[in-house]
């Protein structure tokens, strides 16, 4: 009844965070929704993407600049209240309180090489370890890849390359 | 007494059959199961596994360019609370969905690519994934060929 009662509540948080199991998406879908053309030869959309990813507060744990891939992750503590809350009923109903654990966002990136110093952006955004969709049902994964390459855009205008007009 | 013994006895077939095991082969059926021979520039090669390996919903938990590896790792919904507590990427230690992309240039224009699986922790001979795997990536360098074309 105890671990019944855990898994459903793991269950509901994990509901209310927003993200579930990627349903299958073809490649062209997944594409639309997490690649992004950006005006920069591969080595200046590398190092915006970096900043962007601090910027937005994830903690980078792989970067390899030569390959284009980044991945960054950042905790999330669940709000207090709800914590109280979630201790307390648990305690209540199973005489073993439980708390809410807290979220790991994570977002990986891949800088690839176009054409005319132009690349491609690819923005793969994770909840607790699970890719998210970033289909229309997942708002949290479409919010990520938004805030990230809007990050990136603000990255690469502040620092125009030497010899820009 | 006896029922007891029965009962443990029964539990651990149970385990023994229940839980996921290596297989054991030699280095030379590993290899066959997890090397292909794939025409195309060993960068282009990886870049393309790189995507596939997003696609298959890994993140990147390791990369290095100039030694051609890419590792990225998933982690399955029964370990998601443990990685929850157990501090999330840079402290979880249980078992999670892996695969690993090491590209060799073997001669010109063709590389050595090999893929090395792992579910929960374990380590899977899987033949059919692997040539799955590798026919996406070219499928990959196709399209990313087509761009490139276009633009």
């Known amino acids: ?165 | 007494m006896n029922g007891v013994r029965w009962c443990a006895a029964l539990g651990s077939v149970a385990l023994g059959l229940g839980c996921q095991q290596e297989a054991r082969l030699s280095t030379e059926q590993w290899s066959a199961i997890e090397t292909r021979e794939i025409e195309g520039k060993s960068d282009d090669i990886l870049r393309a596994a790189a995507e596939v390996v997003l696609d298959d919903g890994y993140y990147f938990s390791l990369s290095d360019h100039s030694a051609g590896l890419i590792a990225g790792d998933r982690v399955p919904s029964p370990f998601q609370e443990s990685y929850q507590r157990t501090g999330g990427m840079a402290r979880h230690r249980s078992a999670s969905d892996r695969v690993v992309v090491w590209v060799r240039p073997d001669g010109e224009g063709r590389a050595e690519c090999r893929l090395q699986l792992q579910a929960e922790g374990v380590r899977l001979a899987d033949s059919k994934r692997v040539t799955e795997f590798w026919a996406r990536v070219q499928r990959r360098m196709m399209g990313d060929e087509k761009m490139g074309a276009g633009q």
Request: negative net charge; proline residues 8%; glycine residues 8%.
């Open chain 1, 1 to 165: 009844m105890t671990r019944a009662l855990r898994v459903g509540a793991a269950g509901a948080v994990t509901m209310l965070v927003g993200c579930a199991a990627p349903p299958p998406m073809t490649q062209s879908q997944m594409d639309a929704a997490q690649v992004r053309q950006v005006e920069a030869a591969p080595d200046r959309a590398f190092n915006a993407a970096s900043g962007a990813l601090i910027d937005a507060g994830y903690q980078v744990h792989v970067s390899d600049g030569e390959a284009g891939l980044l991945t960054g992750e950042k905790r999330e503590d669940p709000a207090v209240a709800a914590n109280v809350a979630v201790m307390v009923v648990t305690a209540l109903l199973t005489n073993a309180p439980m708390d809410i654990p807290p979220a790991y966002h994570a977002v990986s990136i891949q800088v690839l090489p176009g054409s005319e110093g132009r690349s491609s952006v690819r923005i793969r955004p994770f909840l607790n370890g699970l890719a998210c969709p970033c289909d229309q049902e997942d708002a949290a994964g479409r919010a990520t890849v938004g805030q990230i390459w809007e990050l990136m855009q603000r990255q690469l205008l502040m620092k125009e390359p030497a010899g820009a007009p």
